[in-house]
């Protein structure tokens, strides 16, 4: 067995997005040299070139790069070399303006942004893989290269297309899904008003309509567009493996992003990237990243990841961008690596002087040497290197969240709904929020994984059920697990058709309870839900519940037309017990209850819930270390094991650690069975 390609690195990656050719070859030395100061010792390039490598086609001029490339390799900088692929050069576009994406309502978009293509076009396709194999020909050997870097963000302008080829590309996905166009039909439940195929052809892409489009229709639309983009990515990954089969490969993620499944991107792909952009605007920005950089570690089943693509401080599309302050951007590097990145690295290298991004920030400023973003940039290139033991190690979590993009796809792609208001997004992220709040770091997980290590797993939505899933949960509860599933679960199988007997379909059983409508809440209303003697407000969302025998009552509604009827239940099976929420509880309902969940769980969980301390551990096999971030903008004194050292140099006395506004320290101590749990003196 071959061992798995990883990035040739021997240090926690500190670097960023460089664009030399925006600036002179004389500022190329002087940003070698300048990154050795800071401690870089990685950048991203060229990725935006193309124009540049192939000014007409098939003419290529490498000499620029070639010469960038040997001054940051003299420098002992290694190279995330991105294919330069990441969207076309102009010649390309108007010799075959067919390979434009078009829009929901049938329009070409035009060439004079990035990702100007359609994921489906063979032409575009085509010379991916030329341009992709040229740069690896020329590269491929070269001993700065230390990971390749494939197109850039998928799906951040153009996740679908609707365009001829398409359409062509769609009917194809299609016949390999179903086989016929019988099946197709009854899969798509054509029946209601008359949308039955007769030939292939008829078929096209869910634009915009005369009215409500078919639902699955819409939900394998979002399958195959996710699809075609993965396709377009093992294209490149191909050429690579090929001509460069010991170089690992990536491409940058966006976090929990609605359109591609990052679960199938990952499984192709060496090494799990992301870039982050928590808003310094937002006080409860860190409390988003954890789910997203919970994501990250997960998707290759808990390996380091890195985080490709920060801000150092302000970044350029929001409506108001508002810098980071002092501190920030060394706590949110520190939370990625706490979180399980190997690294931490900036968009970008040199602040823009011209172009969309000339107002984002840099680890440069334009100030140079003097600007604010530098002197912290050299601050904690330095104290990176006091964290190298944590290369490598590993997160320990006790709970892991479902996040399945079928049920998010199908709950939120159609207008035919119960209510338009049940957010899969924020609802996953509202869940997430209460274990933060709690104390305890959530990891991702497939709804039919193992679930193996997990004490608690949480569903926020399983819209979209099979048995498959649902064997996997029963058998986790069985075993001695805690499992929670949130509202509009178990409602439809993969063709978007009800399951018999409603829902929730084939989590019946390991429930114990039947959903005999579901009771959507107005705007503005709000509902009241008890649970162990407090109330707690509902908005939303609720259902009218039937109890199977053996199903225990924890909360019911206390307002409305579902007065007095179940809520919340709870179903023991086995040595555990599945509980469900039919209901969309205010922020202190969560708590509450999943204080009780982790308690039934065996599972430590802060009695007053806190969203400034924040506190994970990786772990080597006899190493604990603990990250514990003051997220707040007063000093936070937490409690700490009188052995551990901080390996940032802050002093640990009598069990007590201080930490300053925006203070961060990574506290060593022997491995034992529970993961050190952190809370305020």
């Given at each position: ?520 809440i107005p705007d503005g209303i709000h509902e009241k839900l008890e649970v162990a003697g407090e109330s707690f407000a509902v908005s939303i969302w609720s259902e009218w519940l039937e109890l199977i025998s053996g199903t225990e009552v924890l909360g019911s509604h206390t307002s409305g037309e579902l007065a007095g009827r179940a809520a ?24 509450a209850l999943f204080r009780r969940v982790l308690g039934a769980a065996g599972l430590p969980a802060r009695e007053v819930p806190d969203t400034v301390l924040e506190s994970v551990t990786r772990s080597s096999e006899d190493t604990d270390y603990t990250f514990v971030l003051n997220h707040g903008t007063e000093p936070l004194a937490v ?43």
């Amino acid at each position: 067995m071959t061992e798995p390609r990883s990035i040739r690195l021997d240090a926690l990656a500190y670097g960023g997005d460089y664009n030399p050719d925006q600036w002179s070859e004389e500022t190329w030395v002087e940003d070698a040299r300048l990154m050795v100061e800071a401690g870089v010792n990685i950048v991203s390039l060229p990725v935006f070139s193309w124009p540049q490598l192939e000014p007409t086609p098939g003419v290529y001029n490498w000499g620029w790069l070639d010469r960038v490339i040997e001054v940051l390799w003299g420098a002992g900088i290694k190279i995330d070399l991105a294919t330069a692929t990441a969207t076309p050069p102009s010649w390309l576009i108007r010799r075959h303006p067919e390979m434009l994406p078009h829009n929901v309502d049938g329009r070409q978009l035009e060439f004079g942004s990035r990702q100007a293509y359609c994921p489906s076009s063979p032409i575009w396709k085509e010379n991916v893989a030329r341009m992709t194999r040229a740069m690896a020909e020329r590269y491929g050997n070269h001993p700065a290269l230390a990971l390749w870097h494939i197109s850039n963000e998928y799906g951040d302008h153009v996740s679908r297309c609707w365009c001829p080829a398409s359409a062509v590309h769609f009917r194809t996905w299609l016949r390999n899904r179903y086989g016929t166009l019988e099946g197709l039909n009854e899969a798509w439940g054509v029946g209601v008003w008359g949308q039955r195929y007769t030939e292939w052809d008829h078929i096209e892409p869910p634009r915009t309509a005369t009215g409500p489009i078919n639902p699955t229709q819409l939900l394998d639309f979002e399958r195959f567009s996710s699809d075609a983009l993965l396709e377009l990515f093992q294209v490149e990954i191909d050429v690579l493996r090929e001509v460069t089969p010991d170089i690992a490969v990536t491409t940058n993620f966006m976090s929990l992003l609605r359109d591609l499944n990052y679960w199938d991107f990952a499984a192709v792909e060496d090494l799990v990237t992301d870039d982050a952009y928590p808003d310094p605007a937002d006080p409860l920005a860190h409390v988003g990243a954890a789910l997203n950089y919970g994501l990250m570690r997960s998707l290759k089943g808990g390996a380091p990841w890195l985080l490709l693509e920060q801000s150092a401080s302000a970044v350029s599309w929001r409506d108001v961008n508002v810098p980071k302050a002092p501190g920030q951007m060394r706590i949110d590097s520190m939370q990625a690596i706490a979180h399980g990145s190997d690294g931490a690295m900036f968009f970008q290298w040199r602040q823009a002087k011209f172009g969309q991004e000339k107002f984002h920030s840099a680890m440069l400023g334009h100030r140079g040497e003097e600007s604010r973003s530098f002197k912290e940039t050299k601050a904690l290139g330095a104290e990176l290197k006091k964290l190298e033991p944590v290369r490598g190690t590993r997160v320990r979590a006790s709970v892991g969240l479902v996040v399945d993009w079928d049920s998010w796809w199908g709950s939120s792609a159609t207008e035919s709904l119960p209510s338009q208001r049940l957010n899969y997004a924020v609802q996953a992220r509202a869940w997430n929020a209460a274990f933060f709040r709690l104390g305890h770091p959530v990891d991702t997980v497939r709804a039919a994984d193992s679930f193996e290590g997990y004490d608690v797993v949480v569903v926020p939505n399983l819209y979209i059920a099979s048995n498959e899933q649902a064997a996997a949960l029963t058998a986790f509860v069985e075993r001695g697990g805690q499992l929670v599933v949130g509202p509009f679960s178990g409602v439809v199988d993969e063709t978007e058709k009800v399951h018999t007997g409603g829902a929730p379909g084939p989590l019946r059983e390991l429930l114990g309870i039947e959903v005999d409508e579901h009771w959507p809440i107005p705007d503005g209303i709000h509902e009241k839900l008890e649970v162990a003697g407090e109330s707690f407000a509902v908005s939303i969302w609720s259902e009218w519940l039937e109890l199977i025998s053996g199903t225990e009552v924890l909360g019911s509604h206390t307002s409305g037309e579902l007065a007095g009827r179940a809520a919340v239940t709870r179903r023991a099976s086995g040595t555990g017990a599945a509980w469900y929420l039919g209901v969309v509880p205010e922020e202190a309902g969560l708590d509450a209850l999943f204080r009780r969940v982790l308690g039934a769980a065996g599972l430590p969980a802060r009695e007053v819930p806190d969203t400034v301390l924040e506190s994970v551990t990786r772990s080597s096999e006899d190493t604990d270390y603990t990250f514990v971030l003051n997220h707040g903008t007063e000093p936070l004194a937490v409690t700490a094991a009188h052995d551990a050292v901080d390996l940032l140099g802050g002093a640990v006395a009598d069990g007590v650690l201080v930490l300053p506004r925006y203070g961060v320290a990574v506290l060593a101590s022997a491995r034992t069975g529970a993961v050190p749990f952190i809370g305020r003196v």
